[in-house]
């Protein structure tokens, strides 16, 4: 089993929907989550980064962790075309150098 | 302008032939990270270092070397023993005492 489990999709949504990213994981020693998106060919934009359980919220996205289910989402209110992109979720502990696990990502494309 | 860069964007290689890929940061960040993209697949790392002259192999780190000679420098090298390098490389960075990993805009290599 893959340590970290992310739906590949594609996913498309109107714009102004809210979208929901979601990552599993099986490794119950992860310690920080961090979602990035990333625009075709580009390198990865960090959004958004959480330790704890709960949520976060900054601007349009809300980043959500529960450590007892081993589960991570990621909200997006109020989508627009620009956010047409693939979201990447990363793991990382401590005893690892700080390395991070990610899913394979999740591509979403929001239409006009 | 501070950031990371990587060079050069896109790289062709013959079968056979090593080849260096650069990756330098001003951010004065300790930690840098060297992860393959693949389609469809998520990062991988290949190699880390947490500070000068120290690194540590990541989960696909055959076929591949690196230095950290300079805090601001961490070069990979793909050499001839790596049996599948054509991929997107992307390098990133992180502060010492943070958890954050910041992405430079990769370099695209293809295997002729």
């Known amino acids: 089993q893959k340590e970290v489990e992310q739906d590949p999709g594609p996913l498309s949504v109107p714009e102004g929907a809210i979208v929901s990213l979601n990552c599993t994981y099986s490794?119950?020693?992860?310690?920080?989550f961090m979602w990035y998106r990333q625009y075709s060919r580009k390198g990865p934009e960090l959004l958004m980064y959480?330790?704890?359980?709960g949520n976060k919220e900054d601007g349009r996205f809300t980043a959500q962790v529960d450590k007892s289910s081993k589960y991570i989402s990621l909200f997006i209110r109020d989508s627009q075309p620009s956010d047409s992109a693939t979201y990447l979720c990363a793991l990382t502990l401590s005893n690892s150098g700080y390395a991070l696990n990610f899913g394979k990502g999740t591509s979403l494309l929001v239409t006009p | 302008d501070g950031g990371i860069t990587q060079s050069p964007k896109y790289l062709f290689r013959k079968e056979g032939q090593n080849v260096t890929l650069s990756c330098e940061q001003n951010?004065?960040?300790?930690?840098m990270y060297w992860y393959r993209q693949d389609p469809g697949q998520g990062l991988r790392l290949i190699y880390y270092?947490?500070?000068?002259?120290?690194?540590q192999k990541g989960d696909i780190a055959e076929g591949y070397s690196v230095s950290r000679e300079k805090k601001e420098s961490f070069p990979l090298t793909v050499t001839s023993a790596q049996k599948n390098p054509t991929a997107f490389y992307l390098c990133?960075?992180?502060?010492?005492?943070?958890?954050?990993?910041?992405f430079g805009p990769g370099t695209r290599l293809t295997v002729l």
């Open positions: 490794n119950s020693a992860f310690q920080y």
């Open positions: 951010l004065n960040h300790d930690a």
């Open positions: 270092s947490q500070i000068v002259n120290d690194f």
């Open positions: 959480t330790y704890s359980s």
């Open positions: 990133a960075t992180r502060r010492l005492g943070e958890n954050e990993q910041f």
